[in-house]
């Protein structure tokens, strides 16, 4: 199975997600250069995160006008995972295949620390190997993970059941004190109609291996070299 | 000469305004043969600056120990290598950013971080991780609450972005740093032996390349800023404090390395202090060549520069390159790719010049070597402060009521240099890259090294008060703490930086302060066998001729032979025995005890034995492999009492009951006090299993190390006995939630 990490100009968690994907998870993957216009027969796509064009204008704002993109949103529309971390997330609601804004966090500072990610649904290609209401520990990183969507916009993604992940404490209550950043009901990660775009800003790739902290953001990479093989893409390739 | 422009520039008024002496003038026109005009008086004004010469330290740094067998690169390049198996290196190095950090405390910071990764990648290295070690006045004055701030998030805001983990640092609060904090920022990367690129150029016609920013007029004359104190007109200084641009480091970071990894280049050097003066003449010279520029192709960000504020400019994130011939359209190609754009600017000479064109016409002619290897070298006059034994001494009746030893523990831990400092570390990306060891309660940074087993331990440390009262003594304690925390993380320490603080080398009694702080590091870097590689030095740090405590800050660096095997400071698990490594002597000398409770700055610091020490560092990395040892962590500010407390902390409460010896001694001042918060060196908390604690005990006796029992973990309070009274009782939670909120209590939601 083939995963293509898009590197954008100040991406900066591309060789973690590359690393945790080959070197962890044992699966092919391969960077992909913001200007190329071709994702050279990937099977899954990781926008990574970091501060792509140093986030000088809204984060993600300018990286959405990348050649690569093109090829990424037909890619999603062919019905291809994509998964968006942090600022690989941010770049997903600015190119408008995930609905929604960033707002600074609440205190209006970054924050780097373990936080509890319950999983909300598992009919995504990337929670595929999740059970509901499993509570993962993973890093955030991120000074604009405030999510924030218009009323009309959180019910249709409530309705939709496309709220995939959210802040919760151990004891998997999404309460307030559980909710870093300040985003509304607490979410932390959502899909698209398709389910097959998911964007969150906590940090799987980061979470691979108990020496750095945590392995349970393996179980997400994991997922989706399930969800293809169900669909026959690993004999693809293997053949 | 009179092709060289604006003739002479030798009146007095110009030459006193570029920081040179009348002494120096005459010795440039010596070298010169002839009187320099402008544009050279402006290149030797910054490169005899303290900041680039090291005029006044340089006869003493001298004397530090550079060489080791691990030691691939020793000072005088852009920054040390040491070796740590497998074919690869740490290359790493601490630097200061202090003035522009008071002027402009969020640049300031921001464009130290931006400087010291330069100089790490220059070498070839990927940068992996930062360390900050940082000094603030006191927060109860909203002025030093700005400064605290505004250099958190510049850190942050540069490290985060550009992508390279803040793994840890130190942060130590004291009214002499009310004017003048201290920014100290330690970077380390990691680059194959083979890969290292050295600031040299060579080969005479290789094209010399200019890359990354262009050349604005802010910071001229930042380096000699830097050189001066601070007085009432410090804010008429902004303009000289650049702004920092981490997407264009990041950049410039990759491009750099793919260059370099391409093998396209003979020689890098960034630059950083007097921008494209200091890049050309030190390639130069350290090659033994010359170099040939003209100013006109360098990219200028606003019309009509003169060629003296092209040289000057310390405009951030900018490289100069000395390419193979024959190599440029690749190296141009490399940089496209990024969105960069390498400029030719010119090329290496045989004649050992730095020769500066303007559209060809000769602007500026200069020996290489005159700018740095003969730049001026001061045996400045030196004298041991007066009143030194008056210092030395704390009497009983200097003090007030004595607080209740509980009392005082729990305001020792809410006290800012003691408390934690989670409020700032949470602020800054520690994880990124996928190295950071994240064990909670850490003594030192940790990253592992992918693709081997190992793992690096790094730790800053420098304690003013302690310099202050002897300096030698003071910077022997903090090498020895440096390499402690190393070595209580299970690391063996292999290598060494160092920052050296201090206020206005002109001033005799400073000059005495910094030689005796030099001959300290030596000593301890000799007997610890923990080789100096480079570092920085920086002096003039007063305000209104009140200069700062001397602060000279060592960075450690260690190997941990099998990353999993990392300890930290907290207490795993219920029941396990606790061993005191070392002892303690009732010293409550320069204690943080004594600054907190009493307000007082006085006696003499803790003695230390470095053979002692050696051989409880080498005990710690033996114990830690074996995994006879579950926790480790050292006494410091606060003593015993802070440290045990400590290792409670982050630990879901988990709590522990001592009984130890009295002091032998009553430091003058109060047994008990002494005993719980004296901070006597060379000691280790540490955890044992039940089962195992009388074989280490033995262990630690037959290598030279005191040990003893004195209690064990478990429960939900800290008790302490001194000679079998209980001193101190409190819930862990209550004296964890002092030690956690005090930062925020400080910083947040107060008006600014």
């Given at each position: 199975m083939r995963f293509a990490v898009v590197v954008f100009p100040g991406s900066n968690c591309d060789h973690d997600a590359y690393y945790a994907i080959t070197h962890v998870l044992g699966q092919q993957a391969a960077f992909v250069w913001h200007k190329d216009r071709s994702l050279a027969g990937a099977d899954v796509v990781i926008l990574p995160g970091g501060f792509s064009?140093?986030?000088?204008?809204?984060?993600g704002a300018i990286a959405r006008f990348s050649p690569i993109m093109t090829a990424v949103r037909e890619f999603a529309a062919a019905g291809g995972p994509v998964l968006g971390i942090c600022n690989g997330f941010q770049i997903l609601l600015e190119c408008g295949l995930l609905p929604g804004a960033m707002l600074r966090n609440r205190d209006v500072k970054f924050h780097c620390e373990f936080v509890g990610l319950r999983v909300e649904r598992t009919d995504t290609p990337f929670t595929s190997q999740c059970a509901v209401g499993q509570v993962l520990r993973l890093p955030i990183a991120h000074g604009e993970g405030n999510y924030f969507a218009p009323a009309e916009t959180i019910a249709e993604l409530e309705a939709g059941g496309r709220i995939v992940f959210r802040y919760a404490n151990l004891a998997g209550e999404a309460t307030e004190r559980a909710n870093p950043n300040g985003a509304l009901d607490n979410i932390a990660g959502i899909c698209n109609e398709a389910r097959n775009v998911v964007g969150l800003m906590p940090h799987p790739e980061r979470a691979c291996e108990t020496l750095v902290g945590s392995a349970d953001g393996l179980v997400v990479f994991e997922s989706v070299v399930h969800a293809l093989a169900a669909r026959g893409v690993l004999q693809a390739v293997s053949r | 000469m009179t092709h060289l422009g604006p003739g002479s520039a030798g009146d007095a008024a110009t030459v006193a305004q570029h920081g040179l002496t009348r002494e120096e003038y005459a010795r440039i026109v010596d070298l010169l043969g002839r009187e320099p005009n402008l544009t050279e008086l402006g290149l030797f004004s910054v490169m005899w600056s303290e900041h680039c010469s090291y005029k006044s330290s340089r006869v003493h740094l001298r004397t530090l120990p550079t060489e080791g067998a691990g030691v691939l690169q020793g000072p005088g390049e852009n920054a040390g290598a040491v070796d740590i198996g497998d074919g690869l290196a740490a290359v790493f190095k601490i630097e200061s950013h202090n003035h522009p950090s008071f002027i402009e405390p969020y640049q300031g910071a921001a464009t130290g971080v931006g400087g010291i990764i330069r100089d790490i990648f220059t070498m070839g290295a990927r940068p992996i991780a930062l360390l900050d070690s940082l000094r603030f006045g006191p927060l109860e004055d909203r002025r030093n609450r700005r400064i605290v701030r505004g250099v958190v998030s510049g850190i942050g805001g540069y490290g985060n972005s550009i992508g390279i983990p803040t793994v840890g640092g130190e942060v130590m609060f004291d009214e002499s740093y009310n004017g003048n904090p201290l920014v100290n920022v330690f970077c380390l990367g990691i680059a194959r032996h083979d890969a290292i690129v050295k600031g040299q150029a060579s080969g005479v016609g290789n094209p010399v390349y200019y890359v990354g920013a262009k050349t604005g007029r802010d910071g001229i004359h930042g380096a000699t800023m830097a050189s001066a104190e601070f007085d009432e007109t410090s804010a008429d200084k902004r303009p000289t404090v650049q702004v920092g641009d981490p997407f264009m480091e990041k950049l410039l970071l990759e491009a750099c390395l793919e260059v370099m990894q391409a093998g396209a280049v003979v020689g890098v050097q960034d630059m950083g202090a007097a921008g494209l003066t200091c890049s050309t003449c030190e390639t130069g010279s350290r090659g033994g060549v010359g170099v040939e520029i003209d100013v006109a192709r360098v990219p200028q960000r606003e019309p009509g520069m003169t060629p003296y504020e092209i040289m000057l400019s310390e405009s951030q994130e900018r490289m100069l390159l000395i390419v193979k011939r024959g190599r440029e359209a690749e190296v141009e190609r490399i940089f496209e790719k990024w969105d960069l754009h390498a400029v030719r600017i010119g090329e290496v000479t045989a004649d050992g010049l730095l020769r500066v064109r303007q559209h060809g016409t000769l602007v500026a002619e200069v020996p290489n070597r005159a700018l740095t290897e003969e730049a001026p070298l001061y045996r400045r006059p030196m004298a041991e402060p007066e009143g030194r034994d008056v210092l030395q001494k704390v009497r009983r009746d200097q003090l007030g009521p004595l607080p209740q030893p509980t009392d005082a523990l729990l305001t020792l831990l809410g006290s800012p240099t003691v408390a934690s400092k989670h409020w700032i570390y949470r602020q800054y990306d520690t994880m990124v890259r996928t190295n950071t060891i994240a064990e909670t309660g850490l003594t030192a940074g940790v990253v592992r090294v992918k693709g081997t087993r190992r793992a690096l331990a790094m730790s800053v440390d420098g304690n003013g008060r302690y310099c202050l009262l002897d300096p030698r003594q003071g910077a022997r304690l903090a090498v020895a703490e440096a390499a402690r925390n190393v070595a209580c993380a299970g690391a063996r320490p292999i290598g060494a930086t160092n920052c050296l603080n201090f206020g206005n080398p002109e001033r005799p009694d400073i000059m005495w302060q910094f030689a005796e702080a030099v001959a300290g590091i030596g000593e301890a870097c000799r007997a610890l066998e923990v080789p100096i590689t480079g570092g920085n030095v920086s002096l003039y740090n007063e305000t209104d001729g009140c200069a700062i405590l001397p602060t000279p800050v060592i960075g450690v660096v260690g190997l941990l032979e099998d990353a999993a095997t990392v300890l930290t400071r907290v207490f795993p698990s219920a029941g396990l025995e606790i061993v005191l490594l070392g002892e303690g002597l009732g010293e409550l000398g320069g204690s943080e005890y004594l600054k907190t409770l009493h307000g007082l700055l006085q006696g003499r610091p803790p003695v230390i034995d470095l053979a002692r020490e050696r051989a409880l560092q080498r005990l710690l990395v033996e114990s830690a492999s074996t995994g006879v040892i579950r926790s480790a962590h050292d006494t410091a500010e606060g003593g015993l009492a802070v440290a045990l407390a400590e290792c409670c902390f982050d630990a879901g409460g988990l709590g522990a009951d001592v009984s130890v010896p009295g002091a032998p001694s009553d430091g003058d001042v109060d047994r008990l006090a002494a005993t719980l918060f004296g901070e006597s060196a060379s000691r280790v908390l540490v955890s044992v299993a039940p089962d195992r604690v009388e074989a280490f005990v033995a262990a630690a006796r037959s290598a030279g190390v005191p040990a003893t029992r004195i209690g064990r973990t478990g429960g939900s309070g800290i008790r302490i006995a001194v000679d079998g009274t209980v001193a101190i009782e409190c819930a862990v939670a209550d004296a964890e939630a002092r030690w956690n909120g005090c930062l925020a209590r400080w910083l947040d939601g107060r008006a600014a």
């Open positions: 064009h140093g986030d000088y204008l809204r984060t | -």
